[in-house]
């Protein structure tokens, strides 16, 4: 556990911009579709390029539906707990700012520092609050993606057990929180626990993989692209 700490500790050190709107060279002129993306290092990808990461994949399976999708904006960090993602929205984030998606995926530094799960579930309503009055179609626009388990990586495989325990306690009240506000939740956490494809884990031994995002991506992108309006 020891080598898992200071590994996370080296890599908030050197992580990358909290906030970013990712371009691509296939975003539209005037593209009709807006996306934004709130979360920790599985939204920000984390030991992944920047083409791998799942709201960027997300956003290019939408193109291949030919929804006319502008590049998501990102507001995510390596570390990041909900105290700190509801500091980068109220500083990266408009009061008139309405976008057609918003996903939320957080909890696993609050589960990983040793947070009150108290405070989790208090934060993470207030993100959920501030997320459906960011979306043009409030509730309807807005989903949430459970937190992955890290105890299947070669990181965490030491504490699986336990490590597994608490990601699924966070995940309950994640799921819980959702179901209040009328946010549909995607559960992608068992494609996190497949120990037999060890290519679903990034180089760092930590992270998911681009191959790991791509299969959250194939198993929501048909729901998520109902949420956008004609």
Not at 81 to 88: A, C, F, I, V
Request: net charge negative; charged share 20%.
């Amino acid at each position: 556990m020891k080598n898992l700490y200071f590994l996370l500790l080296a890599i908030l050190m050197v992580s990358c911009n909290a906030t970013m709107d990712t371009t691509s060279n296939e975003t539209p002129d005037n593209p009709k579709y807006t996306y934004l993306a709130l979360g920790d290092s599985y939204t920000i990808g984390e030991s992944v390029r920047e083409t791998e990461r799942w709201p960027v994949q997300l956003t290019e399976q939408l193109r291949n539906r030919n929804y006319e999708m502008a590049a998501p904006m990102i507001i995510a960090k390596t570390g990041w707990t909900t105290s700190d993602l509801l500091r980068g929205m109220d500083q990266n984030l408009e009061v008139q700012r309405d976008f057609d998606l918003v996903s939320i995926l957080i909890g696993v530094n609050n589960q990983y520092q040793g947070k009150l799960i108290t405070e989790y579930e208090e934060e993470l309503r207030q993100i959920f609050r501030r997320a459906i009055n960011h979306s043009k179609t409030l509730e309807k626009g807005v989903f949430a993606v459970s937190i992955p388990d890290y105890g299947y990586t070669p990181f965490g495989s030491s504490n699986q057990e336990k490590i597994s325990a608490e990601i699924d306690r966070f995940n309950q009240v994640f799921k819980r929180v959702a179901d209040e506000f009328g946010v549909v939740f995607y559960n992608i956490t068992p494609i996190s626990r497949d120990s037999n494809n060890p290519e679903l884990v990034a180089s760092d031994g930590l992270h998911p993989s681009a191959l790991q995002y791509q299969l959250w991506v194939e198993q929501y992108i048909s729901q998520v692209a109902e949420k956008l309006p004609n």
